[in-house]
T-cell receptor, first 114, second 114 residues
C-alpha cells in the first residue's frame, strides 16, 4: 500500500518563474492538504482540496494556487517565485474531511529559488 | 502566519535520560497533536489528544492536553538513539468546515548521545 508520494523530490528555480508540484494521496484517501515548511520552522498550512474544490486556505497570497484531479491527486502551483518561497512543500492526505489524526504526510518537495 | 510557541528549541541528552518539551498558544485548540520528523521525511504522527486534561501514552511517549486548551506537553522516557529528530506540536480546531488545518510549533531538535 503506497503512502503519499510527491514529485519532484528537489527543484531549483529562479525568481519570477512558475513551478508546479505534484502529490498522489495514500490509497483510499480523497482529501489533500498542502503545507510550506521553511528551513528551521514548522509547516504552515497553504490550502486543502476535497471533491476537486479548495475547501480551506491559509494566509498565503494568490500566487499560490492548486488543483485536485478526479483521481484525487493534486497540484500546487506557485507563480512569480520569490526568494522567500524556498522551502520544503509537504502534501498530506486523509479520507474525507476528517480530523488531523488521520492525515498522512508525504516526504515533500524541496524548492530552491535563486 | 500564526505558529505555536514550542520549547525548548533544541535538546542534547544522554541515552537513557527522560525528555520533556512543551507547546503554548494564545488561541484555544480542540485537538493537539505531536509529530516527529526525520531528515528527508514528512512529519509522522506520534500522539493525538482530544480533550482538555487528557493524558495519553504511546510506548515511551506520554503527552497531555492542557486544561486551558492552550498548551500541551510531550515526555519521552528512557531515550534511545533512534529518538533523534525534530518534534513538532500542532493544534487543530476541527469542526464545521475546518478539518485537517493544522497550526504547528517551530519544533524541538532532539539529539541523543549514546
Amino acid at each position: 500500500d503506497a503512502g503519499v508520494t510527491q514529485s519532484p523530490t528537489h527543484l531549483i528555480k529562479t525568481r519570477g518563474q512558475q513551478v508546479t508540484l505534484r502529490c498522489s494521496p495514500k490509497s483510499g484517501h480523497d482529501t489533500v492538504s498542502w503545507y510550506q515548511q521553511a528551513l528551521g520552522q514548522g509547516p504552515q498550512f497553504i490550502f486543502q482540496y476535497y471533491e476537486e474544490e479548495e475547501r480551506q486556505r491559509g494566509n498565503f497570497p494568490d500566487r499560490f494556487s492548486g488543483h485536485q484531479f478526479p483521481n484525487y491527486s493534486s497540484e500546487l502551483n506557485v507563480n512569480a517565485l520569490l526568494l522567500g518561497d524556498s522551502a520544503l512543500y509537504l502534501c498530506a492526505s486523509s479520507r474525507g474531511l476528517a480530523v488531523a489524526d488521520t492525515q498522512y504526510f508525504g516526504p515533500g518537495t524541496r524548492l530552491t529559488v535563486l | 502566519g500564526q505558529q505555536l510557541n514550542q520549547s525548548p528549541q533544541s535538546m542534547f541528552i544522554q541515552e537513557g535520560e527522560d525528555v520533556s518539551m512543551n507547546c503554548t498558544s494564545s488561541s484555544i485548540f480542540n485537538t493537539w497533536l505531536w509529530y516527529k520528523q526525520d531528515p528527508g521525511e514528512g512529519p509522522v504522527l506520534l500522539i493525538a489528544l482530544y480533550k482538555a486534561g487528557e493524558l495519553t501514552s504511546n510506548g515511551r511517549l506520554t503527552a497531555q492536553f492542557g486544561i486551558t486548551r492552550k498548551d500541551s506537553f510531550l515526555n519521552i522516557s528512557a531515550s534511545i538513539p533512534s529518538d533523534v529528530g525534530i518534534y513538532f506540536c500542532a493544534g487543530e480546531n476541527a469542526g464545521g468546515t475546518s478539518y485537517g488545518k493544522l497550526t504547528f510549533g517551530q519544533g524541538t531538535i532532539l539529539t541523543v548521545h549514546p
